[in-house]
Each structure stands twice: as C-alpha cells, then as structure tokens.
C-alpha cells in the first residue's frame, strides 16, 4: 500500500461506526478519480450525504440487498449473516517468516475490509495523489453497493505449526479444537484445493464485488501471502433464513430445510459460538470453520431413477418432504427412510442432537478432461467444536452415506475464525498475535 | 431421453406461441414431482393462471427480470437482447458420426430450450409417470423463474468439415464467412479452451439457471455430443443497452461504452445480421459469433501506475472519459490519445466504420499453480461477416495495441448462429440440415 488512510482514532464502541463510515464517500459517489488531472473536488465533497444510498442489487426475497451488513460487532459478520447469493473464498499460504510484516498486513486488510464491506474504496481511492503509484483500489467495483458483503477471516492449523515450526510464536495459541482433520473413508483430497494458513470467505450478492474483495486482499498481501487456492460459488445450498425459500444443490434436491437460524441465539450459543473456558480466550465468541469441495458426479446421477435418488436423500425431490410426509417442513419419520439415506444419517436425531450451522454454495468451474462437468457443493460449516460436530458427523457420513456413489471430497480446510472486531483501531488477528 | 413431450403442432406464426406456454406449468408453479408417491393433481391443474408469475430476480436497472425473452423470433434470442447478468457458455464436440442421431439431437434440444427459457422444466419435469427411469429435468432450476435466460447456439468450422473430412455432409453449405481463424501475434490458445463443433451461449440473471440449461442440453445429448470446454462469466463487460450504466471488466474500466445498442435496427443491420445473398440462405439473419478466452495478469496491472493505465486504454479509469474529455459519453478525441492506446486502435473511426456486437463477461476459475488468478475478460462478439470484423480488427489490435503487454488470449471459437426459430415444431438447425 502506497497510500494509507489515516487510522480512525474514534472509540465509538457502538457496532458500527457510523461516524467514520459518513466521513468516507460510497464508491457510488464518487465520479472521478483523482489521477489523469480530473480532481475528485467538490463533487465528492457533496456526495456525502448520498453515501448510504445504493441502487437496488440481486436479493434473496425478503433480504434487502441495499443495506449493508455492519463490519463491526460481537461475531464476525458472515456466520449468522442471511446467506447471500455469491461467494468468493480464498486460501492463502503465508509467505514470509517476518512476524511483523503479517500483523502489518492483517492491519491493512482490517481497513480494507471495514472500507470495502461499507461499499467504499481500499485506501484513497485513488493514488493518495501520486500519479505514478498504482491506484489503491483496483476499481471493478467502482459503481457498484457493497451488495451485502461480509469478509470473514479465519486461521488455518499450518498458521500455528508447520513441519514442526512454531512459525510465528503461536504455537502455544493453537486451540485444541482446531486438529488436524482425519482421513475420512472415500477422501480424494487434492493438495491445492486444500489447507491453507490463512483464509477469508467473502460473500455477497454481486459476484464482481466478492471477486474484487478477495482480489484486493490478495494485492494488499504481496510479498506476505499468496493465494493458495480459491473457490468461486454461487446459488447459495444452505439458508439461515428458514422462512425464506429453501434453495436447491446441483442434484436438485432442496438443501439445508433443517438449518440453524442466523436469528435463532440459542442455537448460535448452543452449536456455533465457541464459548468462554472452552479453548483459547481469543477465540471465545468465535467459531470453527470446515470447508470441503464435494465434487458430485452429475453425469452419473442424472443417470440415475428418481426413486433412487430420492431414496438417497430420504426426501421428496420436487417438495423436499421427508419419506411418507407431505410438506419440506414436515417432521421427519427417520424410520421410515432407508438405513444409508442421507437425511437419517445427519439428522440430529441421529447424532445425539449435533448441529452445525451449514453456509454452502454450488459451484460449476467448466469441464475436466473427460467432458464431465466439474460441479459440486462447496460445502461451508461453522461449528463451536469441530472434534464434536464436523469430525462425528462426517465420520459416519462417509462409512454410510448412500450419497457416496455420487460425490467425492476434492478439497478441505478447517480455520479458527476469531471473534468479531468491535471498533475501528482494532484489526483481524489482534487477540491472537497481540 | 426417456420420455417426450408431445411435438407442438400449432401453426402459430406469432413470434412467441403463448398457447403452447399456458398449457404448461412454470417451474414456480409446479410444487410435488410425481415421483415417489406424491402426485401433482390438482395442484398443478390449478396453477396454470400463475405459469407467468415469477418472483423478482436480479436484474440490470431498467431491465425487469420477470418478463422472460421470447425464444421465437426473427433472430436468435442472446444477441441483440439486453445483456444478463451470468453466462454458462459451452462448446460441444460431436461423437456421433450418425446424421439421424444428430438431428434428434437438435430436435430434442430444442424443444428442451423453448422450455426453459419459458421457465419451464425439461420433458415432462418427470419421468413421464415411470419411476423406475431418470427424471427428464435434473431440478435444480425448479423453483425458479427464467431468469431471462437465453439459449443461443452456434455451429463451428469442424461441423462442416473435420481433417478432411465432410462428416455430415454439410461441407458445401458451410459459409465462407466462417472461416478458420488465422493466428494472431501473441495468442496461445490452449486446445481445451479452443474450438467446438457447436457452442451454445446461455445468458441468464441467475447462475444456476444458466448452469441448469447448459447442463440439460448435456445430458440430452448424452453419446451424440460431449462437452469440448465450458466458460461460466458474471459481471458483463459490455452493455447492449447504452442507456444503463456502463459495467466494468477486472482491469477496472469501463467496457463498452461505444458498443451496438440492442434496439438499433440499423446499426444491427449493418453490422451483426448476416444479410441475403452474403452467403448460404440458411444463415440470413443469422450471425457469426467469435469467443475469445482473454486472461488478464492481474497482478502485474494491479502494480501499475494509474497514469499507464489510463494511457493504455486512453479513457480516465473513474469517469471512462476520453483523454482530454470530461464526461464517458463525450466524443473521443482519438488523436490525443497515444498511439497505441486501446481505444484509438479498436475505435470505428480507426477502422473504417467497423462495428462488433459486444457480449463479454468477466471471468475468475480459481488460481494458477502460482497463485496468480485466473481471470479475465471472456469476449464475445458478434458480426455480420467475420473476415470484414474481428478479423481485421483484432489483427491491428494483436499487433499494436498497449493492453497487449498485460493480457492473453487463451481461447478461441467461431460460430454460425443462424436465425431465429419462428415457431413450435422448427428445430436449431433445421434450414441447414434439411
């Protein structure tokens, strides 16, 4: 970065800082930059009071996509959040052995993402006044709201140890929680479509201003981290808004009917938050992320009777109703499924009342060199205690699951995402590192 | 395909058979399968008053995203149409060397494609009442709307005429137009990205719509045709609607302000409809469509002064002005750019009055082996005669043109689109199979 916004001194401790966010033109308002001899001027000085006003972007129904999710709070945004329509997830290796420079980057990306999830510029927006620099912001998103993004941050187990190197001193630091997942039976995981020290799951309803987050963070860390891998998704396969419409995964079943409401405390408390006493106090209030790229073969399953799969599920394919029930929401009758059906195997019912609060997206990335579409579920979850949810749960999953025959998991990442930031001045990591 | 609608027989010469369509349910309509158990009945009997009833989408301003695009017409739907917000482009290699299963095929696929750009399932949106068989749509569109999903299908140079070989017996009717692209300084077209025997574009404002249709047509042509590559896009490059904003592409510019509007009969005459007596009869009103896979170093952009950037495209990056020039829509001034500035070079008064029909789409797959993203500008552009278009012009521009130094064309493709379908019963392809 060449140009640095001045760090916000103010410790407003309301959520969001409201104050700081009005002093700071929308990218919307601003119509020209400053390189090129056009100056900025009055016009955006005038614009500030246009700075919450967005054109209506893509929305879930019942979801307003021209107000922007606070940056700021007890959680990190992005979790509870009601699932937007895109995601844009990337994860990044640590390159550098300079502790400094990656608290310094963590500083930056804080800003970043206080600037960016707003629907404002990285930085000045433009050069900080110096033609010959780079622009700050890479500019794709330029006329476009923030479409509800959120930038979640989360640390991978290699940030922590790696080949048996305490890498940055926080060996000591890594929570119990955040292990090494296990092999699991049918595992085909592909070294660079997993791990990763480092990642953040950017979600929004436009996918150009996920793109363009993620893409910003990436030029922001050069020379600290690059990209390890990353993964574009759309249509959303799991809602935490159980009163909006169920969305379907990419072999057409509704999915995600019996999910954890964003709204819904107690089961955040019960299943998602980490607790205090239970790990490391800078991960109290945060939550445990497990990513995994299920790849399915469609081919195969389009192939496949419609009453096998619906047998696979233990749902109705069109309604989604459980077997021998008429609605998506009626309770199910899990003795009434078959043995090895999906929706028995992960019920809670079945799991000594496990939940986890899934946040997946579908995700098609062209053809692979047979021709076979190379789609799937990239399949996000957020868990108080990976060992207790994640880990039990696909443990039995993948022994059993008649759905086997026709998925595989490509890619997996498991991430201690921290608590949420409370006011500007704080940054992404600082309870861990500080 | 195990079950088939019946063959519309109305002789309906409207552009767009609305008899036909409220005889079928829409997709949104239809709440059970009659697979395991749970029949439609009354339920979708009763809901044929609603088939054009769809739930806002997203959508560009002014562009109202519940009205679906006619599938019949004059000219192929895709084209002149609006430009929607996603594209799933797929290019097809035929394995069939059976004429007959050929022209099924296309039948087939053209029933499947009046369907769901109507918001409509494939077939019966069953298995024809036979549980035992694969339902005729895989489902996962089903509770959505159109999407104003377009399906736009081209034929290739290697339909006509493969090593040699007049596979079909088309090799006299292929039009000179379509001719072997010649290569370009710079290009290093990968074969996996390159070529096809037919492409198919399908532009929608909701990925899985697009996902869904590409992914159908696939399965239907299941041992006629495998897919050759595939190309998802978001974040449309250019706009055939002049009136709305301009979008950007990933260097952060503004694409396509000097673009064919979509409503300008002339200027589509002129430069995008194949017009009679220019070639075969089956391509009048048809147009040739050129795919480039254009991948950006992103990275080294994003390290570049705005100052160059601005040289190299010769427009201010937040305005989109022309050098000299304050506001995007002012008249470019091309003599005070630099020489080798994009716009000059591209612009029709560089170029004898040449004109293309712009219809990109920004892509992001991922990253490379180095971490650098994959991501770029997927061009699409159609013409009236392709040897007069792109052809020249992208040889000037190969061969001079600054914004050579920071992208790569790595995918090719070129197309006969033919005309529009005018009514149920013709079939994609029909005057040049018949």
Redesign the interface.
Known sequence: MDAETPEPTAQDTTPRDTAVEAAAPSRRA????A??G?ALGAAAAGSVAAATMH?A???A?GIDSTVDIPFYGDHQAGIATPVQ?RL?FAAF?VTTTDRAALVKMLKEWTKAAAAMTGGREVGTG??GGI?????D???????LPASRLTLTIGFGPTLFEKDGVDRFGLRARRPEALVDLPKFPGDRLEP?RTGGDICVQACA????VA?HAI?NL??IG?GVV???????G??KTSSTTPEA?TP??????KDGTHNIAGTDDAALAAHVWAAAGEGPEWMTGGSYLVSRRIRMT??TW??????E??DVFGR????G?P?GK?KERDTPDLSAMKKDAHVRLAHPDSNDGLMILRRGF?F????D?L???D?GLFFLAYQRDTRKAFVPLQARLAANDALNEYIVHVGSGHFACPPGIRKPGEWWGQALFG
Chains 1, 2 share one sequence.
């Not at 033609?131 to 622009?135: G, I, N, S």
């Open positions: 601003v119509i020209g930059w390189g090129a056009l054109e972007g893509p929305a129904p329509d844009h290796d433009a050069t033609p010959e620099a780079p622009p912001d890479t500019g794709e998103a330029l006329d660079g309803d436009d996918p150009q793109v893409r990436a030029r050069m690059n990209v390890r891998w990353s993964q574009l759309f249509g419409q379907r995964n990419l072999m057409g079943f469609i081919e389009d192939r496949t009777a419609l009453q799969q619906e109705s394919k069109g309604e109703a077997v008429q579908s098609t990335d062209g053809t060199g021709g076979r579409l789609a």
